[in-house]
């Protein structure tokens, strides 16, 4: 005889069902930026394997496209298509934001216009090593500890607020007490705390929206509402560096490729995909313009003058630009790298006391309420 599983057994698997979901949907919040990275990995692979055969670029892609294997994803196929429509490779990838990140797209259009993607595959392979950092980071704000325990947090302290604190007042008026110091406290500190918590919160979600939404969604963002995105990655740190870094790379690669220094500034600028960081560039060659030596003029993007240092090493030596910035663009995203981790574990770190300073509150002011009842009770 066939027996049923005991109620026990499925209240317990009732139970570990919301871990389960909730770990399957930490895995895939984290795992966002790595896949969208490897994505671009698989792009690149393709396309320096048909340099290597000597085939072009589209149509190799395009063949591969046709064999209908499924490990080569829907993006790469929707970018198949519309190079089977006519359009060139650059056009193409703008149309499929999700398959890389979008200064990848901007490098390939700086080597579509020097007639060869092969020159500028090492500096779009340098900026595919962020997805580490970046689901590092997202692991670091703790997907459950900021979608869960946050707004739980905020939905007790306007409970207590509501409900308890209104009964707590009604019945010490009803016996003639005083107002305990701690419940005090807490009618005191509550609403700011409740506000720190609701903006925790609406931040945390709109972070997530725009991680999880991708370049399509900030270009919407950017085109439609607020076309601040570009300013902001400028002055923050980590991606400031980053930005740095893609324009040296791409940089370092045209001068030695021996493209005329205004247009390899330009060309550059124009690869980090970032309109604010676009435009020192264009103050730089108008410093070019005007008589300023190279070295000099790049001191518009990194005022700690270790860039100008490099690039005045790269034109002395004989091993060309991009080997001698080798070691400043494996600083700066070190340091990218180190200044992520740090703001996302001060982030984490300032959320959990902002939680604890809040049940800390509740708890002492509820406890004294009951402690003063229970007094009288005795006596």
């Known amino acids: 005889m066939t027996s049923f599983p005991s109620s026990e057994f499925l209240l317990a698997v009732l139970s570990l069902a919301p871990v389960a979901g909730l770990a399957g949907a930490a895995f895939y919040f984290s795992s966002v930026p790595l896949r969208r990275h490897e994505r671009a990995r698989f792009l690149l692979d393709q396309i320096e394997s048909a340099l290597s055969q000597g085939q072009p670029v589209e149509s190799y892609i395009v063949s591969l496209a046709r ?4 490990s080569i994803g829907v993006s790469f196929q929707l970018l198949a298509a519309h190079l089977e429509q006519g359009c060139s490779l650059t056009p193409a990838l703008e149309r499929v ?3 890389s990140p979008p200064q990848v797209p901007a490098m390939l259009k700086v080597g579509e216009s020097l007639g060869d993607y092969g020159r500028v595959l090492p500096a779009c392979r340098e900026l595919l090593l962020d997805g ?3 689901s590092r980071a ?8 900021a979608f869960i325990l946050n707004p739980a947090i905020l939905l007790l302290t306007v409970l207590i607020s ?7 007042t009604s019945i010490r008026s009803s016996l003639g007490l005083h107002t305990p110091g701690g419940m005090a406290l807490f009618v005191h500190w509550a609403p700011l705390f409740a506000g720190l918590q609701l903006l925790s919160v609406l931040a945390v979600y709109l972070f997530a929206m725009l991680f999880l939404g ?3 969604f900030v270009s919407w963002i950017e085109d439609r509402l607020v076309p601040a995105a ?4 400028l002055r923050s740190p980590w991606r400031r560096k980053r930005l740095q870094r893609d324009f040296s790379a791409m940089l370092a690669l045209l001068l030695d490729a021996g493209v005329p220094e205004e247009r390899a500034v330009a060309l550059a600028a124009s690869s980090t995909a970032n309109s604010a960081f676009i435009e020192l560039g264009r103050q730089v060659v108008e410093q070019l313009r005007g008589g300023a030596k190279l070295p000099a003029a790049l001191e518009l993007l990194d005022r700690t003058g270790e860039f100008r240092w490099r690039v005045e090493n790269g034109a002395r030596g004989a091993g060309g630009f991009f080997r001698a910035l080798k070691g400043w663009h494996e600083w700066l995203a070190a340091t990218a790298f180190q200044q992520e981790q740090a703001a996302a574990q001060t982030i984490t770190t300032g959320l959990l006391l902002l939680n604890a300073a809040s049940v800390a509150l509740a708890a002492f002011g509820i406890f004294q309420a009951i402690a003063q009842f229970t007094r009288l009770t005795v006596r």
């Open 138 to 145: 997202l692991i670091n704000y703790q997907v459950a500890f």
């Open 214 to 216: 991708g370049p399509r």
């Open 132 to 134: 580490i950092s970046q």
């Open 230 to 233: 570009d300013w902001i990655h």
């Open 67 to 70: 064999t209908k294997d499924q």
């Open 162 to 168: 509501a409900k308890f604190v209104p009964l707590f």
């Open 97 to 99: 934001p999700q398959l």
